[in-house]
């Protein structure tokens, strides 16, 4: 099983918004419209909506395929589900029947900790549910999840940041990190030089 930090490495991920479908291919993982699955699988589109309306994954003879229905919801929702299907594929939740509640829980914590990284988030110091919306490329709601639960974490577990797991991810991050902070700061002083 694969953490977060081994899969942005492998797929050469390093700054936000992370792309979710390029890790799945970075792990030899398929991602097809529900179109093509239909095609390939002699089914029809209509048919893959008894596993779900936005997307599954499922395991064949040659691996992991993620499958999402392209015509059913936006960009943001799609990165969404192939995140969560992508923790399915690295969690082990695979080749035993359906996902149960707990590893749907598990898998979405996963789609939200791979697009909404924390630490990241932290050390770009976003201040907004917002912010994140826009950085991490989710929807408002998923982004006012996410920032209540990093401002929670940043009253309550001080240095929580700091633990090895989120100093190897921020090395990954880092250059982003100084892009983001030099963005941020020269459009405070655009604006404040303008009013």
Known sequence: MMNILEIYEAAGISSLPADPAAAARALGIKVAGYGAVAQSYEQTVESLYKYS?????????????????????????????????????????????????????????????????????????????REIASLCGISQSAAEIVFAELTLKRRSERGCFEFPENIALMRQFSAFVQRYLEFKNTSRRVIEKNY
């Open 53 to 129: 309306r936005f997307g599954f994954s499922f395991k064949d003879e040659r691996g992991f395929v993620i499958a999402v229905n392209e015509n059913s919801c936006g960009e943001r929702r799609r990165r969404f589900t192939i995140a969560h299907e992508l923790g399915h594929c690295v969690l082990g939740h695979l080749g035993h029947g359906s996902p149960n509640k707990y590893e749907e829980r598990e898998a979405n914590r996963f789609a939200a900790e791979f697009l909404a990284p924390m630490a990241v988030l932290d050390r770009c110091g976003v201040s907004s549910a």
